[in-house]
């Protein structure tokens, strides 16, 4: 089984920053590509960040310029730095990791996720 662990979520004013960070712990045989979702109430999920194994990222337009992710391979974790913050960011954010747990086995896992909250 495979655990993801988010943290940083909070509530900041409209130009502010936060760092949300995401560990993935547990029978790991490799982490494939990571990345952060996010999703308002009544609405979908939606991708907001992914980055591979490689380092190779990719952005959703609404935050591309603004939101980093990064990730540490040695730590099984991924970063999503955001700045310039806009109310339309506010949601609970998830964390995702495709990993193999063993050499032919590989699914999805989710973080429990973590809210941010960007006031006006």
């Known amino acids: 089984q495979v655990q993801l662990v988010e943290s940083g979520g909070g509530l900041v004013q409209a130009g502010g920053s936060l760092r949300l960070s995401c560990a993935a712990s547990?029978?790991?045989?490799?982490?494939?590509?990571m990345g952060w979702y996010r999703q308002v109430l009544g609405k979908q999920r939606e991708l907001v960040a992914v980055?591979?194994?490689?380092?190779?990222?990719d952005y959703a337009e609404s935050v591309k310029g603004r939101f980093t992710i990064s990730r540490d391979n040695a730590k099984n974790s991924v970063y999503l730095q955001m700045n310039s913050l806009k109310p339309e960011d506010t949601a609970v954010y998830y964390c995702?990791?495709?990993?193999?747990?063993?050499?032919?086995?590989?699914?999805?896992?989710w973080g429990q996720g973590t809210q941010v909250t960007v006031s006006s």
């Open positions: 995702n990791a495709n990993v193999r747990t063993t050499l032919t086995i590989r699914g999805d896992y």
């Open positions: 547990g029978r790991i045989f490799r982490i494939n590509a």
């Open positions: 980055i591979s194994s490689g380092g190779t990222t």
